[in-house]
């Protein structure tokens, strides 16, 4: 299946896997239940660069960027809104976690982000 393809700066590759080796709890929590088609065969990759940005977790298939907003976040709402529109310019749709709803509620994460895809592929968790 072919996927659309968002291009990125390249200098971007190099900080994507800095983050992947500095990962939150949270986000290596989320991870092990994205990972390797675990969510409904879905292929998910982590710090991904998409055009001028990096997104926690996205799945090309849908077009969909999973972030999770922790302590990083709080003096960012606006960056991080204005960085959400323009990704959405290109097609990308998000779904937002705060740091403690994947800690603390990991079952509603999974079961939100499951029905988010139902939705869209026409099908029931």
Known sequence: MKYMHIPYK???KELARQLCNNSTLGEVLLWRELKGGALL???FHRQKPL???IV???CPQLMLAVEIDGDSHDYKFEEDMLRQRRLEQLGVRFLRFTDRQVKQEMANVLREIGQWVSERQGTHP
């Open 10 to 12: 390249p200098y971007l």
């Open 41 to 43: 065969g879905l292929d």
């Open 51 to 53: 055009d001028s940005f």
């Open 56 to 58: 926690d977790f996205y």
